[in-house]
């Protein structure tokens, strides 16, 4: 039997979790309906979903907080999150995308729209064909065991920006714009803002630290790129 992605959808509400419901099930999705967070949770602990959509405005424990303790948590870490809210504003959707939301939905949200995110996220976690360590510099990716080292020391990031540090090691040394990153590292843009770019840049760049996250250079009005040649500062 073909394997049935599982969508976990985290909504209080029981008129939009039915309609979301209904068109999964219509679009080959195997979706599972979670009133609150504890039962979400007791959902995640019995089977992994292949994606979880998390409305923000839940009682109790916010999405946000969710998000944010799944995202830390090394059995759900991985699973892609993509939040579903009212709230429109900018410093929301940051937030949200901070707390580790892969993706962010505004409602109302048209279902088509929904479907095409969540292809979208499940692309994207797709695993890469090629397995193979790549490095650059003292930088070492392992798409296998799903580690990265600066120096032997392991660093810890997210699933977003694995595949982006995963993209720029193989593409070194070249420029990439946003819509280009949005293309190949996200493969469905559609949906995507370019400051989404941004933001996983900031904490490809913090995960990485001091030293290493001095590769990720910032190319003004082009985009970004990973070097090994990192720039210093010459003395006056
Ligand atoms: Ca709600």
């Given at each position: 039997m073909r394997h049935l992605p599982g969508v976990l959808i985290v909504e209080d509400e029981p008129a939009i979790a039915e309609l979301i419901s209904v068109n999964l099930k219509h679009s080959g999705f195997r979706p599972v309906w979670a009133i609150d967070s504890s039962t979400a949770q007791a959902e995640l602990d019995a089977v992994l979903p292949d994606v979880i959509l998390l409305d923000?405005?839940?009682?109790?424990?916010s999405g946000l907080v969710l998000a944010k303790r799944w995202r830390a948590h090394p059995r759900t870490k991985s699973v892609p999150i993509i939040m579903l809210t009212a709230r429109g504003d900018e410093s929301d959707r940051v937030a949200g995308l901070d707390a580790g939301a892969d993706d962010y939905i505004a409602k109302p949200f048209s279902t088509k729209e929904l479907l095409a995110r969540i292809r979208a996220v499940l692309r994207r976690r797709a695993p890469e064909q090629d397995l193979s360590v790549v490095s650059a510099g003292d930088l070492t990716l392992d798409p296998s065991t799903y580690r990265v080292t600066f120096r032997g020391h392991l660093l810890k990031l997210g699933p977003t920006e694995f595949k982006l540090l995963h993209y720029l090691i193989t593409h070194a040394e070249r420029v990439h714009s946003r819509s280009q990153l949005l293309d190949k590292?996200?493969?469905?843009?559609?949906?995507?803002?370019?400051?989404t770019v941004d933001v996983h840049m900031k904490r490809l760049r913090e995960a990485l630290g001091l030293e290493a996250g001095q590769m990720v250079e910032t190319v003004r009005g082009a985009g970004y790129r990973l070097t090994t040649q990192v720039a210093v500062a010459k003395p006056a």
């Open positions: 923000w405005m839940l009682p109790g424990e590292v996200w493969g469905d843009h559609v949906f995507i803002e370019e400051r």
